[in-house]
């Protein structure tokens, strides 16, 4: 058929105090399966348990059954920086990898940062990660987000070497500021798997 999409396997991944049926994932899970794509969201222990080794076996125990195939991830704010740390782990490289509300570090918020500092106790290997991130990428922030500050998500995007495409009141992209679709992020994955 005509533009049938390639096939890839699309994982999103979530972030602290989330899950994988908030915000806008369980639509762009819908959206991309109804195109034939293949769609993982897996659940990670959060606030309780929540720590980058917790989540890095969540995620090998999630996909280490699955055939191989080509693969996108898809990040949510803590979720961004899951997808750099197993992007920076692989051993080849993915077809995209696309970031929202991202940062790297703490964020001076109290209910946030001790649960999320694992995540960020080593450097990041930012040439690793841009060599494996795959042919596609990009990044979204709101300009208004109360968590994440736009700088921060501008300095991941320029770590990542890769574009922010900015919100205008979007926030912090998520169901509280009315995230429960998100077509921008569905159409940028469509157009990858049709390159893939």
Request: net charge negative.
């Given at each position: 058929m005509a533009n049938q999409p390639a096939d890839v396997r699309v994982i999103v991944l979530h972030g602290a105090h989330g899950g994988p049926d908030t915000n806008w994932f369980?639509?762009?899970?819908?959206?991309?399966?109804?195109?034939?794509?293949?769609?993982?969201?897996?659940?990670?222990?959060t606030p309780e348990g929540q720590s980058l080794s917790a989540w890095m076996t969540v995620y090998d125990e999630t996909?280490?059954?699955?055939?191989?195939?080509?693969?996108?991830?898809?990040?949510?704010?803590?979720?961004?920086?899951?997808?750099?740390?197993?992007?920076?782990q692989?051993?080849?490289?993915?077809?995209?990898?696309?970031?929202t509300s991202a940062f790297v570090g703490?964020?001076?918020l109290p209910d946030y940062d001790p649960i999320n500092q694992s995540f960020f106790d080593d450097p990041f290997d930012w040439a690793g990660i841009c060599a494996r991130?795959?042919?596609?990428?990009?990044?979204?922030?709101?300009?208004?987000d109360p968590y994440v500050p736009l700088e921060r998500s501008q300095q991941v995007a320029d770590l990542?070497?890769?574009?922010?495409?900015v919100i205008p009141g979007g926030?912090?992209?998520?169901?509280?500021?009315?995230?429960?679709?998100?077509?921008?992020?569905?159409?940028?994955i469509l157009a990858a798997c049709k390159q893939a």
């Open positions: 369980p639509w762009l899970h819908a959206e991309l399966e109804n195109r034939g794509i293949e769609v993982i969201r897996p659940t990670f222990p996909i280490k059954s699955l055939p191989e195939k080509p693969t996108i991830l898809v990040g949510h704010s803590l979720g961004s920086a899951m997808t750099l740390r197993v992007v920076e692989a051993t080849k490289p993915f077809v995209g990898t696309f970031i703490a964020l001076g991130k795959g042919a596609a990428h990009g990044s979204w922030a709101g300009d208004d990542l070497q890769t574009s922010l495409e926030g912090h992209l998520n169901r509280e500021t009315g995230f429960n679709a998100f077509p921008q992020v569905r159409d940028t």
